[in-house]
T-cell receptor, first 115, second 111 residues
Framework: DTEVTQTPKHLVMGMTNKKSLKCEQH?????MYWYKQKAKKPPELMFV???????INESVPSRFSPECPNSSLLNLHLHALQPEDSALYLC??????????????FGAGSRLTVL | SQQGEEDPQALSIQEGENATMNCSYK?????LQWYRQNSGRGLVHLIL?????REKHSGRLRVTLDTSKKSSSLLITASRAADTASYFC???????????FGTGTQLKVEL
């Protein structure tokens, strides 16, 4: 299995809703990532988990809450979002090890619209 | 924060022509990678070049790296309509898992 699966593909939510984005991989990768991408812009790193521990938080607002329940799953919990948070949210995974690698395998993304 | 700037921002060529994209970055790197993204979808890894390498080939792709100029280029030879996509360079910095993407080049290959 060489895929990263993201659900849902599309999500529309109001500013008072609570929702979650889910990501799953079965490649044995021990690093998992959340990126946010606005239209015609590059992906921006949000969070990195390494061996199920949060290793990088790029000063993301607390209305985004990541969770890594086990080595195969990564969640992004969303609460009280703003319309400007509408974007494509990309999950990725990679092997860990010597810092010369870190090739990321991406999921297809979850397109979030906040009304 | 953005590490890489790419140029051109957009490139339109005819099928069969070569496409060259350039990437400049700001800080020391461990490696530099190129990714491709079809419209609104996930990114796909194309090729990786380490900081001690100068050139690398993979099929129709050729990547060069000049660490003294902090720049890289991606050449796609004999382009096809299916190569139409956005192409991003990405740099791995520090000892962790931080991969930062450049601004991207939108390539359109016309029949």
């Amino acid at each position: 299995d060489t895929e990263v699966t993201q659900t849902p593909k599309h999500l529309v939510m109001g500013m008072t809703n609570k929702k979650s984005l889910k990501c799953e991989q079965h490649m044995g990768h021990r690093a998992m990532y959340w990126y946010k991408q606005k239209a015609k812009k590059p992906p921006e790193l949000m969070f990195v988990y390494s061996y199920e521990k949060l290793s990088i938080n790029e000063s993301v607002p607390s209305r985004f809450s990541p969770e890594c329940p086990n080595s195969s799953l990564l969640n992004l919990h969303l609460h009280a979002l703003q319309p400007e948070d509408s974007a494509l949210y990309l999950c990725a995974s990679s092997q860990t090890g010597p810092s010369g690698a870190n090739v990321l395998t991406f999921g297809a993304g979850s397109r979030l619209t906040v009304l | 924060s953005q590490q890489g700037e790419e140029d051109p921002q957009a490139l339109s060529i005819q099928e069969g022509e070569n496409a060259t994209m350039n990437c400049s970055y700001k800080t020391s790197i461990n490696n530099l990678q190129w990714y491709r993204q079809n419209s609104g979808r996930g990114l796909v890894h194309l090729i990786l070049i380490r900081s001690n390498e100068r050139e690398k080939h993979s099929g129709r792709l050729r990547v060069t790296l000049d660490t003294s100029k902090k720049s890289s280029s991606l050449l796609i030879t004999a382009s096809r309509a299916a190569d139409t996509a956005s192409y991003f360079c990405a740099t791995l910095t520090g000892g962790g898992n931080k991969l930062t993407f450049g601004t991207g080049t939108q390539l359109k290959v016309e029949l």
